[in-house]
């Protein structure tokens, strides 16, 4: 289980409320950053009219995108459409892997840098371009030697090492679809991703660093395959890292550092049609059965490597890290294909914010003089609480752009990030997307859009998003409603995997004919959107819709507060009522004066109705491996409901402490 975030939004009892009434939480957020004349004068896109050409002819637009990478063979269509299922650039043919890496290395670019790895303990090395090419044409064939071919699944285990990027280009380039599976997860959930997907075989490493400690991996791994529980894999490939102790089962598992070296470098990358399958990525649901997401080749490729240029406005000299795992979509799209279709030089860090000390993320922007960084609000307000000594110890001059994702991103977290890390200078994207959408699709374009701090601001040129109510009307400004997308795109998913009727289902029968990602999002006055949430995380207090986000945004705008999340209980009187789950800054004393203010200060920032039933101090906010935050669990907790799935816990400690923390009644 992933997340309460991927609930099925069918399986929601009741809409976000009235959504003919105005949402009550209005944003009080009105300062503008509009682009500084230096950035708009070198952006990639600042001619405002692509907004209107990409509308007049969406097709025509994505082509044009699309006609930036090489194929091997022209599409005869652009888009074919039988909803809810598109086929984008029907009988082109082109492979992932030539567009990432072949064809920059053909144009001279072959000594460029492809990534700065950098290992939690402070080994380093440096990936050009063909080194890259060279080490995934290894692994391919290395791929093929243990019996992959075309079509098969791989299933890819690994922390952030070389091996990683290296194993899922090798994937791509002999048309064996990946499935990734966080390095994080069990070794359960391991198992049943790689049933649900038919992995032949699984790609491992003994284990990774995380906080000074080595975290086994390949242990995991045996114990999802024990007592031959799971039938379709064949070789288990084992990549070098920790140097501990494992395991190795004879005929089954083999080591990288045996097999891959060793290989031919003759290995041409397969032509694929544009759409077959690039890979499955798993999303929990509601029921316990996570979703395979299907993301096929052309399409996708199209999206990530258009939004990635255009998005980050990245330029042939840029250094750029997405602080993410590539365990994550997240990873794919933009540590993974969006920079390498560019030919862009990234960072890709293994371990943990704060080790061996806060200033981890810093000394790595100075060391490579990194010039674009993407990172998750829940980073960001972890490095809030920290301080901002940490980044001031270190030159971040380099930074010329910040990027957000995840989740709505608090104005003070967007003014923290903006002021201590981007220097006041740095534009800020809050780039809203999902799993599903595959790449960006609400977005500030940095050298045309004048920024607000906690909105993703408009679609992308290209992009047909609105908001609308329960019988699917757009709503007036200040009203919230259901972000729908109106057209297909083309980094869409295609379906889940072998079940065509949940996909059906899950996001085209609430509006048909619409895509549902099941975010609530309303448009202030001047077409901005403000993202609200989940429909689920979005409260109804006595027949008024309130937004846990904007709850949490007042909260965290207290100078002792550091992170926030906010859950709706049920209430007999108002139906159903807020209850705050607060982590001080270091150094603040819990007290019940402070709940009290707190509660104030909600009702001061947002109004009466917005103020918690109860204020609940923790030391630490309870989150999925992703780092976004489980108001699911908080909501049992606060209900003292028995615990649901708690396996996507970072960890799970947490939740002791708060129950302890709630049973003794610290609570206001
Ligand atoms: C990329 C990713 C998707 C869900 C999505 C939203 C939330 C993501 C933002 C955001 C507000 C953002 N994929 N979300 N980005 N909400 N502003 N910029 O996170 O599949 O793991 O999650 O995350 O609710 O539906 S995901």
């Known amino acids: 289980m992933r997340d309460e975030k991927r609930m099925a939004p069918v399986e929601r009892e009741s809409g976000p409320g009235g959504t003919s009434q105005a949402i009550e939480a209005l944003s009080t957020e009105d300062r503008h950053f509009p682009p500084s004349e230096a950035f708009r004068a070198q952006a990639n896109v600042a001619d405002p009219d692509v907004y209107a050409r990409a509308a007049a002819d969406p097709e025509g637009y994505w082509a044009e995108q699309a006609s930036q990478l090489d194929w091997f063979a022209p599409w005869q269509t652009v888009l074919d459409w039988q909803p809810p299922f598109a086929r984008w650039f029907d009988g082109g ?45 290894r692994c391919a064939n290395a791929l093929k030697a243990l019996g992959v071919g075309k079509g098969d699944r791989v299933a890819i285990y690994l922390p952030m090492i070389v091996e990683f990027p290296v194993a899922v280009l090798a994937c791509a380039r002999i048309g064996a679809p990946h499935t990734v599976v ?72 083999v080591w990288w550092d045996d097999l891959v070296p060793g290989q031919e470098l003759d290995c041409p990358a397969e032509p694929m049609e544009s759409e077959d399958l690039l890979y499955l990525l798993y999303t929990s649901g509601t029921t316990a059965k996570p979703k395979g997401i299907v993301h096929t080749t052309g399409g996708y490729l199209t999206g990530v490597a258009s939004t990635f240029r255009s998005v980050f406005d990245i330029k042939p000299d840029d250094v750029y890290w997405c602080a993410a795992d590539i365990g994550w979509v997240t990873g794919h799209s933009y540590i993974v294909y969006g920079p390498l279709a560019n030919g862009t030089t990234g960072v890709l860090y293994e371990g943990a914010p704060d080790f061996p000390d806060p200033a981890r993320w810093w000394e790595i922007v100075e060391r490579y003089r990194v010039t674009v960084l993407y990172a998750a609000p829940t980073a960001i307000r972890a490095h809030m609480k920290w301080g901002a000594q940490f980044a001031q110890k270190h030159d971040l001059s380099s930074l010329r752009l910040l990027g957000s994702v995840g989740e709505p991103i608090n104005p003070e977290a967007w003014i923290w990030y903006h002021h201590h890390i981007g220097g006041d200078r740095a534009p800020i994207v809050d780039t809203w997307w999902q799993t599903e959408t595959g790449a960006i ?57 072998g079940d065509d009727k949940r996909y059906r289902e899950t996001y085209w029968s609430r509006f048909p004919g619409r895509y549902f990602p099941g975010d609530g999002a309303r448009y202030d006055g001047d077409g901005y959107t403000w993202l609200l949430g989940r429909v689920d995380d979005v409260m109804n207090v006595s027949g008024h819709r309130l937004s846990t986000t904007e709850i949490e945004s007042a909260l965290v705008s207290h100078e002792l507060v550091a992170e926030a999340a906010v859950v709706g209980v049920s209430d007999p009187i108002s139906g159903e009522a807020p209850v705050a789950f ?87």
């Open 93 to 137: 043919r082109l492979n992932v892997a030539h567009n990432c890496l072949d064809r920059h290395v053909a144009n001279g670019l072959g000594d460029k840098v492809a990534y700065y790895w950098e290992g939690e303990p402070g080994d380093r090395k440096v990936i050009t371009f063909s080194g890259l090419l060279d080490d995934v044409r």
């Open 182 to 253: 966080f390095g994080g997860f069990s070794a359960d959930s391991l198992r049943d991703r790689i049933n649900d997907a038919g992995a032949k075989v699984v790609i491992t490493a003994d284990g990774g660093y995380r906080r000074g400690k080595t975290v086994a991996l390949k242990p995991q791994v045996d114990a999802a395959l024990a007592d031959g529980a799971c039938p379709s894999v064949r070789h288990v490939l084992v990549a070098n890292r920790t140097g501990d102790a494992v395991g190795m089962v004879a005929d089954r598992d």
């Open 582 to 668: 607060v982590t001080l800054r270091d150094g603040s004393a819990v007290s019940k004066e402070l709940g009290e203010t707190l509660r104030q200060h909600v009702a001061l920032k947002i109004g009466a109705i917005a103020r918690p039933k109860s204020v609940m101090f923790t030391p630490d906010l309870p989150k999925t491996r992703s780092g976004k935050i489980m108001r699911r669990l908080l909501r049992d907790i606060a209900a003292d409901r028995p615990l649901g799935d708690t396996t996507t816990l970072a960890d799970a400690g947490v939740v002791d402490l708060i129950r302890d923390a709630s049973r003794s009644g610290k609570e206001e």
């Open 441 to 497: 699709m609400i977005s500030p374009l940095p050298g045309i859009t004048d920024l607000k701090p906690g909105s993703s601001t408009i679609a992308l040129p290209g992009i047909d998003a609105a908001i609308v109510d329960e019988a699917g009307k757009p709503v007036g400004p200040n009203e919230g409603g259901y972000l729908v997308i109106n057209k297909p795109w083309p980094s869409m998913l295609r379906g889940i995997y």
